[in-house]
């Protein structure tokens, strides 16, 4: 069976209605993505007899707790698969050192990064960065007796940088009429590790509301302020165990910890539910970049439509194009093949995630079909 463990997410580099706060219920529950392929858990699956070994972003945690279960029970004991949730940043790290077969980060290889995990790969090859699992950060609190917030992403930068600290401050009060908020202390939690759910967030904050959030978008958490945790399992378990708690988390964490999840502000200033085809709306207004021969999410922050939830990521595999070790080559192509086919993607809304559309399933396959 897979040993997949949690701690963090992560990576750098650039790429580039209002209402009550949403239920983590709805967030994770079933709703549509942004494919309406359907498929069992089983189907599409080239089996493969072997070992992997991967780590990674922990945003596609739940994700590959399901997929490496389907896709090990379907091939069988000859089969394994082992992913390690040790953050992106590490899980880069462990591909370019050759202690991974992939890896999974929720942000593209940084140029910086580039030229080492291409020459990993061997002479003449290249290290992919193939968008494979789209995914939504919740903005998850723990105030008492309110379980409906709207927070705009000026509210949210100043929250995180530490110029708003009380509950009851005139600016909240202003976002949430009617709703009783409390004279408590304000107790912000962000990752300590390099994350790539830090660096989509804090890249929500900086193009959405740049004058409260000047910092540029980064892996390691630019805010001002705040506690940090290991992992995001770290940082939803502060917030679960603090009153007057607030953190951002892949929303599987907000829903495993049972914590409720604010309505965040677009760039218009409307506040938006976290709902899956929430997220999908967003996601599908993204440019895709193909630029040798990767697969590469660009958001569009401007985008303020009343139902596109804005602070998403996407979890990328990082894979080489060529040069994989031959015994590992059948298995690597049917496992991440797999997680780009319609079995698999028809459950991410389910899990609390979003699903590609099927011509990007079709790209995406088309990449993990071509590795060698």
């Known amino acids: 069976?897979?040993?997949?463990?949690?701690?963090?997410?992560?990576?750098?580099?650039?790429?580039s209605s209002s209402g009550g706060?949403?239920?983590?219920?709805s967030a994770a529950g079933g709703s549509t993505g942004s494919s309406s392929s359907s498929g069992s858990s089983s189907a599409n699956i080239a089996c493969a007899n072997g070992t992997l070994t991967a780590q990674g972003s922990t945003a596609q945690q739940a994700a590959l707790n399901k997929f490496v279960k389907d896709y090990q029970t379907k091939c069988g004991n000859s089969t394994n698969v082992s992913y390690n949730g040790t953050g992106s940043g590490p899980g880069v790290t462990a591909f370019t050192n050759k202690q991974a077969d992939f890896a999974g980060s929720d942000f593209p290889l940084a140029a910086s990064q580039q030229p080492a995990a291409d020459q990993r790969c061997g002479s003449g090859s290249k290290a992919l960065s193939v968008g494979t699992i789209p995914g939504v950060i919740a903005v998850m609190y723990n105030i008492p007796n309110v379980s409906k917030l709207n927070l705009s992403a000026s509210t949210l930068a100043k929250i995180f940088n530490s110029k708003i600290t009380k509950w009851n401050d005139a600016a909240i009060a202003q976002e949430n009429p009617g709703v009783n908020l409390p004279d408590l202390t304000i107790q912000t939690f962000h990752r300590s590790d390099g994350s790539g759910t830090s660096?989509?967030?804090?890249?929500?904050?900086?193009?959405?509301a740049a004058s409260d959030f000047p910092a540029a978008a980064n892996k390691q958490?630019?805010?001002?302020?705040?506690?940090?945790?290991?992992?995001?399992?770290?940082?939803?378990?502060?917030?679960?165990?603090?009153s007057g708690g607030i953190g951002y988390a892949e929303v599987s964490y907000a829903t495993s910890n049972h914590l409720n999840t604010a309505n965040i502000g677009n760039a218009a200033g409307k506040f938006v539910p976290l709902t899956i085809p929430n997220a999908a709306n967003f996601l599908n207004k993204a440019k895709v970049d193909t630029t040798g021969g990767n697969y590469l999410f660009n958001f569009d922050y401007t985008y303020s439509a009343d139902d596109a939830y804005p602070a998403v990521l996407v979890t990328y595999e990082i894979v080489c194009s060529t040069g994989n070790e031959s015994s590992k080559l059948p298995e690597l192509k049917g496992f991440l093949g797999y997680l780009a086919s319609d079995g698999a993607q028809s459950q991410l809304p389910n899990l609390g995630y979003v699903s590609l559309s099927s011509d990007q399933e079709s790209a995406v396959a088309a990449i993990y079909s071509g590795l060698s």
């Not at 069976?1 to 790429?15: F, I, K, Q, R, V």
């Not at 958490?221 to 603090?242: C, E, I, L, N």
Request: aromatic share 8%; proline share 2%; glycine share 16%.
């Open 221 to 242: 958490w630019p805010g001002s302020g705040g506690q940090g945790q290991q992992g995001s399992k770290g940082v939803a378990q502060a917030v679960q165990s603090t």
């Open 21 to 25: 706060s949403s239920s983590t219920s």
């Open 199 to 208: 660096y989509n967030f804090s890249n929500y904050l900086n193009k959405t």
């Open 1 to 15: 069976m897979a040993g997949l463990t949690a701690c963090g997410s992560d990576n750098n580099s650039s790429s």
